[in-house]
């Protein structure tokens, strides 16, 4: 039951009404003067105090004060004659979380009480009953899912959900969508396989893809003489976005787009495809000095720039185009391009690749504190915003705004919790990727992983004769039989990409222009 406390100078005369909110349920305690309700709060804490603003000797805002002291969490309600504005900001102020004026009859006071106190259960209530009818529909879309655009509605209606319940103490909803959510990734790994081979051979017939990226954006913007800028955030997932987007309202009108990573979902494919326009295999043929499979994955990202002027050049836009690029690998990079984004702003294309939510992914797995900090997707997304919040960025993004750029801001790939492990078997030449792999004769799992056995047929390099990928799916990593226990611990739980999952595929290109 309920306690409420009833200050009142004429509660006897109020007696219908303690009786009628008895009758709801209540537990209700009168005082007739504010030193009584100060000595019987401090005796105990009640749920909600419904105050008299006019009362003798110690009135209802010095009451209200003396409670707050008391009782900081303890919501009040005050009750007046008067509607003096000046008197309301002044309760106001000293955090009231409601007010009544005077007269008043117990159907007012029971629901201006059931709105504070039942607050919580009512809107517990109202998400629960939502959520059941969505949750029930995402489940029953999936017999339905036949177009990209199916799976992009229905991963951000997933995302959305589940930041939703970023606020609830309530974590039967968030199993019940992450077994959703895994049900989904289940079909749509089955979704690709049976259609992405399909989409690199009719380009009229398939999603925006990485390589279609500054072919629709950014040359039109560059053809009509317009100064732009792409903004790549290295393994940003759609939920990482949807938090640091707020940030950007004031400063920005936004439009969103949406668009499938090509795979693997690996920086050194994802992204070259982004800045050169082509498939791996085709930059491997096209500027073979500017692709080697026998370079480490970073160096594999050296020639971005070069990549992105033959791209312009291809388009017929590079011609007299000051074309410019700069990677920011860590606080002293973004400072230095802060304090010359003037500078930087001059240019006709700008390039510009973040990466430190790839660094953010990579440390957890190596970092215990990470982990602590950050032990599920809901706090990854916390420590996102608040990088982005406390970084040189907000700087940055607001001199962009003052410019007459138009802005891009869009992902390389995204990333997901590998919570699941999966037996390779391969040879020593075989790559260390976690959710990816090239090599001879592969083995493993098929429900667990995509099998492409000519590497040709999805547009990726062959390393030589008997190359074969695998590309896990949902949320699978691969682990050697050797030290399996080991390497499966170790690796468990860490945000990893290259795979096949909406959170590694789907990604968000924004369109900012400045207000």
Same mark, same amino acid.
Request: net charge negative.
């Given at each position: ?113 059931? !709105?504070?106190? %039942?607050?919580?259960? +009512?809107? /517990? ?5 939502? &959520?059941? $009818?969505?949750?029930? #529909? ?62 690199? !051979?009719?380009? %009229?017939?398939?999603? +925006?893809? /990485? ?5 629709? &954006?950014? $040359?039109?913007?560059? #053809? ?78 050296? &020639? ?212």
């Amino acid at each position: 039951m309920q306690n409420i406390l009833w200050a009142d100078d004429e509660i006897e005369l109020l007696q219908s009404h303690v009786l009628f909110l008895q009758s709801k349920g209540y537990n209700v305690t009168t005082a007739s003067n504010g030193d009584d309700a100060i000595a019987k709060i401090s005796e105990k804490p009640y749920d909600i105090v419904l105050l008299d603003e006019m009362m003798p000797g110690k009135d209802g805002l010095t009451t209200l004060n003396e409670i707050k002291d008391l009782r900081p969490q303890t919501p009040v309600i005050m009750i007046t004659k008067s509607e003096e504005e000046s008197l309301m900001e002044d309760a106001i102020g000293k955090r009231i979380d409601d007010y009544l004026t005077k007269p008043v009859n117990p159907s007012q006071i029971l629901m201006a009480c059931k !709105k504070i106190l %039942d607050r919580k259960n +009512i809107i /517990s209530e109202k998400r629960s009953q939502e &959520y059941a $009818v969505e949750i029930s #529909k995402l489940s029953f879309s999936l017999m339905s899912m036949n177009k990209p655009q199916d799976w992009i509605d229905q991963f951000i209606k997933i995302q959305r959900m589940d930041m939703e319940l970023d606020a609830s103490t309530d974590t039967d909803f968030r199993q019940i969508l992450y077994d959703q959510r895994k049900e989904s990734n289940k079909e749509f790994g089955k979704y690709i396989e049976n259609n992405y081979e399909r989409w690199l !051979k009719n380009q %009229d017939n398939r999603p +925006i893809l /990485s390589t279609d990226l500054v072919s629709k &954006y950014v $040359v039109p913007q560059v #053809k009509n003489n317009n100064k732009t800028i792409l903004c790549v955030i290295d393994c940003m997932r759609l939920d990482q976005w949807f938090t640091l987007e707020p940030f950007f309202y004031e400063w920005f009108n936004i439009e969103k787009d949406y668009f499938y990573s090509i795979l693997p979902t690996a920086t050194p494919f994802s992204r070259n495809a982004i800045f050169s326009g082509l498939f791996p295999q085709e930059i491997e043929k096209m500027y073979p000095e500017l692709w080697s499979m026998d370079e480490d994955d970073e160096s594999l990202n050296r &020639y971005e720039k070069e990549l992105l002027e033959l791209q312009l050049k291809r388009h017929r836009v590079i011609d007299g185009k000051d074309v410019r690029y700069v990677k920011i690998m860590n606080n002293e990079d973004a400072r230095n391009l802060e304090k010359n984004i003037s500078n930087y702003l001059d240019a006709d294309v700008l390039a510009i690749v973040i990466n430190f939510v790839d660094i953010l992914a990579h440390s957890r797995s190596d970092l215990p504190i990470l982990k602590e900090i950050a032990p599920n997707e809901a706090a990854y997304r916390s420590l996102t915003r608040s990088w982005f919040e406390h970084s040189p960025f907000m700087a940055i993004f607001r001199k962009i705004a003052e410019s007459s750029a138009r802005l891009f801001i869009t992902s390389d790939h995204g990333s997901v919790r590998g919570l699941h492990g999966t037996k390779v078997i391969g040879d020593r030449e075989t790559s260390t990727s976690l959710r990816y792999k090239y090599g001879r004769s592969l083995k493993v799992d098929k429900k667990h992983a995509t099998l492409v056995r000519n590497p040709e047929d999805w547009k990726l390099p062959r390393r030589g004769v008997n190359t074969n990928y695998i590309i896990a799916k949902e949320d699978y990593y691969f682990v050697y039989p050797n030290n399996y226990h080991k390497f499966l611990n170790h690796y468990r739980d860490s945000f990893q990409h290259g795979g096949i999952s909406m959170e590694e595929v789907i990604l968000p290109l924004v369109k900012l222009q400045g207000k």
